[in-house]
């Protein structure tokens, strides 16, 4: 196998934490120890022998209303996505991957490594944020299909797929053979009762984790969902081979994180209304930028307008003269743009969008 480079996540890997003001994570912040109402001390650090931590199954299982031999875990989002992908695709055997773009870069890079044949299907609008064309989709499919690799909420736009859409593509993925990777890792941004995809069809898998909505990504804890027990039990033996079981401490964390999901899924979503609309004023104010605000969550593409409009230079101008990161369109494929991650205090906000605005008129 050979694994292309991650350059999206090489240049984020290299920047977030190390600056001065962030418009471009996409996670909540991370929750205290109050938020979570428990205390290092109740963190055990023994080893768990048992197969799988004990409760963790039955309650997320509980918490999105499966069955607990219908969830999978592993280590955050990309752990489960790797084992999906190990679970789903035989290197050398000719598999076929259809793949929405623009993507997070290892949504792709994990099947691609394991050499699979891609085909891309673009969503429409600038960043993705026109959404995908379910036809597309479906067209793209072939006899050796295995996988369709998609994003609700989407990765750089905060676009949600509706589920018709998302059903006709499952039905279609069904018919030869082919399941649909629903990555989901924002979707409680729309809400603690938003419903996963994988409850519309058994060829669906969802994949979440405590990374982006509950802020809680140094657990490395995810999971996927599937009305499918044998597809789960494949994932699931993947993760024994690889990984054997999850950190106990971070089990402890996470659960208690589960259990309180409602008021930390408040606590993320509040005031990021009142964000995207200060953005969208922001916006609506300069003839150079175009705001294409998401369905929820506090990322979205911010489209720039002029002539050779270019997101890296921008990124590198607010970066060098200004100690602010926001994420150049390149690693999306689309240079004359960045995604914008809006999540942030008032004050943080209008400061950022006051420096981005220097930063744009030293540029055009
Ligand atoms: C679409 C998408 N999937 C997965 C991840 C990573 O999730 P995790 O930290 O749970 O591995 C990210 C992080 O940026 C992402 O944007």
Request: overall charge negative; proline content about 7%.
């Amino acid at each position: 196998m050979r694994y292309p480079d991650l350059p999206y996540l090489t240049w984020a890997r290299g920047l977030y934490g190390r600056v001065r003001l962030d418009l471009g994570s996409s996670n909540a912040s991370t929750p205290s120890w109050e938020d979570l109402q428990m205390s290092p001390a109740d963190v055990p650090l023994h080893a768990d022998q048992r197969e799988g931590p004990p409760g963790l199954f039955e309650l997320l299982a509980q918490t999105y209303t499966f069955e607990p031999d219908q969830v999978a875990i592993g280590a955050g989002a990309s752990g489960v996505m790797s084992q999906v992908c190990r679970a789903l695709l035989t290197p050398g055997a000719g598999d076929h991957v259809v793949c929405e773009a623009p993507v997070y870069d290892p949504l792709k890079g994990l099947p691609e490594g394991m050499g699979a044949q891609m085909t891309y299907v673009r969503r429409s609008g600038p960043g993705g944020s026109g959404g995908i064309d379910p036809s597309a989709v479906i067209d793209a499919l072939r006899p050796s299909t295995r996988m369709v690799v998609l994003t609700s909420l989407h990765n750089p736009s905060g676009r949600q797929i509706p589920s018709p859409t998302l059903a006709a593509i499952a039905a279609a993925a069904q018919s030869v053979g082919a399941f649909v990777v629903v990555d989901e890792v924002y979707l409680e941004f729309l809400g603690p009762d938003a419903a996963p995809a994988a409850r519309l069809s058994p060829a669906i898998i969802s994949v979440n984790s405590l990374t982006k909505v509950l802020g809680l990504g140094g657990l490395r804890i995810g999971w996927a969902l599937c009305q499918d027990r044998s597809l789960v039990d494949r994932v699931r033996r993947c993760f024994l081979h690889a990984s054997v079981n999850l950190a106990s401490p971070s089990v402890a964390i996470g659960m208690q994180a589960l259990r309180r999901r409602e008021t930390l899924i408040g606590r993320s979503r509040a005031g990021l209304g009142e964000a995207r609309d200060t953005v969208q004023a922001w916006a609506d104010g300069r003839s150079d930028v175009r705001f294409h605000a998401p369905d929820a969550g506090q990322v979205a593409w911010l489209e720039l307008t002029w002539p050779g409009a270019s997101g890296r230079a921008l990124s590198d101008t607010l970066l060098h003269d200004h100690g602010t990161i926001v994420a150049p369109g390149e690693f999306f494929g689309e240079p004359a743009g960045i995604r914008l991650g809006f999540g942030r205090a008032p004050e943080v906000l209008d400061e950022g969008l006051t420096l981005l605005s220097e930063a744009l008129d030293a540029l055009t």
